[in-house]
């Protein structure tokens, strides 16, 4: 009898065994089947771009995405598609998400222009570039692209990393500034040996800031010429140049000075 009561024992483990086996079987193939042979409530239906766009379109992203209608959900690889989609000059960020039945969530964030830099390269020929608000430059500037922004001029391509970001930082301050927005920026030029300079748009005025040193920096020195403003314009026309580099006074022209 004990014999017996063993050998039903180990029968029954053997089908538990089996059992086991044919559902972890099933549930491979059934898995596999899944993911080759994916039902339509899996298959991509849709790629929803939640943001609002300003230099981009939504047929744009979804090409860089390379994601398509009918791509098994369960398979896409969210950093994948994110890095397509990155490689893209004019986005920032971009954040993926996936919501069934089977819809493709797509958050961007785009490079916003704050500048155009203006480079010769090795050829001496100068182009334009597009240049963001931290000091990044992300692409050449194209006929389509937006142009009205100060020009950096003057910075040699191995000055970029260290003048640029500085330069961008200035330039970002003075759209705080009341009087800047009312005379506008037209161009910054760097000069190694000279320093700094801008152009305001209207009137035309060159402001000479100079190397960036002693007890002013440029931004106390562009609020120096803010607070002698209604001064400077006692003369009743305004004046071609105002230099800003004495750290003591400002001295002011109304003609522009020849080399």
């Not at 089908?15 to 994916?38: D, E, I, K």
């Not at 981009?56 to 994601?67: A, G, Q």
């Not at 089977?102 to 222009?113: D, I």
């Amino acid at each position: 009898m004990r014999i017996k009561n063993e050998k039903l024992q180990k029968t029954g483990r053997v089908l538990v065994r089996t059992f086991q086996a044919a559902v972890f079987a099933a549930a491979v193939f059934g898995t596999v089947f899944v993911f080759r042979h994916p039902p339509s409530f899996l298959r991509v239906k849709e790629i929803v771009v939640m943001s609002p766009l300003k230099h981009l379109t939504e047929f744009d992203l979804i090409r860089l995405s390379e994601v398509k209608k009918g791509d098994n959900i369960l398979t896409l690889r969210l950093q994948d598609v994110r890095e397509r989609v990155l490689r893209y000059p004019w986005v920032k960020d971009v954040r993926l998400s996936k919501r069934f039945p089977a819809r493709l969530f797509m958050w961007v964030e785009e490079k916003e222009p704050a500048a155009l830099l203006d480079l010769a390269g090795e050829d001496g020929v100068t182009e334009l570039f597009l240049v963001s608000g931290e000091g990044k430059v992300f692409k050449k500037l194209d006929a389509a692209d937006p142009k009205d922004f100060p020009i950096l001029t003057g910075l040699a391509a191995e000055e970029i990393p260290e003048r640029l970001p500085r330069l961008m930082a200035l330039v970002k301050s003075l759209e705080t500034s009341e009087l800047f927005n009312e005379l506008g920026v037209s161009e910054a030029r760097w000069d190694a040996r000279e320093g700094l300079t801008l152009f305001t748009k209207e009137p035309c005025i060159q402001l000479t800031l100079g190397p960036e040193g002693g007890k002013l920096v440029w931004e106390e020195r562009l609020q120096r010429f803010a607070q002698a403003w209604s001064t400077i314009q006692g003369g009743g026309r305004a004046p071609k140049v105002v230099d800003l580099s004495l750290d003591r006074r400002v001295v002011v022209r109304n003609e522009v000075k020849q080399d």
